[in-house]
């Protein structure tokens, strides 16, 4: 079982680098595909998502009223650091809402990523959790969309590929320009060298600012 602190560490680091560095390290490191599609965007909450990925899997089948008892199984699972990886082939219907959310947050979950749609974003946002998401949508999925499996690997559209692995445990990371998937079994070689690049920036920004032209910068940095 992986150290509650560690994880705590580890996403508090992430927090503070971009993607677009953590995508070139991944480039450099050989994972060339692990970017999602443009599709998942900031729709609720802080503009940034970071945490660890628990998964929850789920297909388009008609069912009766009465609610979605696996949907609540699975989210029971979620943990401190956690965030939720909703995938499916759920289009036109939203995959939680309001109480989802508030029952994640109870669980210690940073927020959720979702190859689908959300509502109650008004709330959502109120409560300060962070969705990234495709669409927004206030069509429920109960009697629409049903929750199959969580904790296994699952695929999320890709930026370069069809498709985009997700296990249990692999690291997510969300701002402004989109959202990724680093695998677990990287993310400390990962995150050490995009704090690298990340610094790197930052002294290359300072240096603009005091003069030093780009073609410079360049020359003493390297291109970044």
Request: negative net charge; glycine residues 14%; charged residues 25%.
């Amino acid at each position: 079982m992986v150290n509650q602190e560690y994880k705590k560490s580890v996403r508090e680091r992430f927090l503070k680098v971009d993607t677009s560095n953590v995508a070139d390290v991944l480039d450099e490191m050989g994972y060339p595909d692990q970017g999602l599609a443009a599709g998942f965007q900031h729709q609720t909450g802080g503009e940034r998502l970071a945490g660890w990925a628990y998964t929850i899997r789920g297909q388009m089948t008609p069912y009766g009223f009465g609610g979605d008892a696996d949907k609540m199984k699975a989210c029971a699972g979620l943990s401190d650091g956690d965030v939720s990886v909703w995938s499916g082939d759920g289009d036109g219907i939203c995959y939680f809402g309001e109480l989802i959310a508030i029952g994640m947050k109870e669980k210690g979950s940073v927020g959720a990523i979702v190859d689908g749609g959300l509502r109650d974003t008004r709330w959502i946002n109120a409560l300060g959790f962070t969705v990234f998401g495709r669409f927004r949508t206030p069509v429920q999925s109960i009697s629409r969309w049903k929750v199959t499996a969580c904790n296994v690997p699952v695929f999320m559209e890709g930026a370069t590929g069809r498709r985009v692995a997700v296990a249990p445990g692999d690291f997510i990371l969300g701002d402004d320009d989109g959202a990724l998937v680093i695998p677990q079994a990287v993310v400390d070689e990962v995150l050490q060298k995009s704090e690298q690049l990340t610094q790197q920036e930052i002294d290359i920004r300072a240096s603009l600012s005091q003069g030093m032209s780009l073609a410079e910068a360049l020359d003493k940095y390297g291109h970044v």
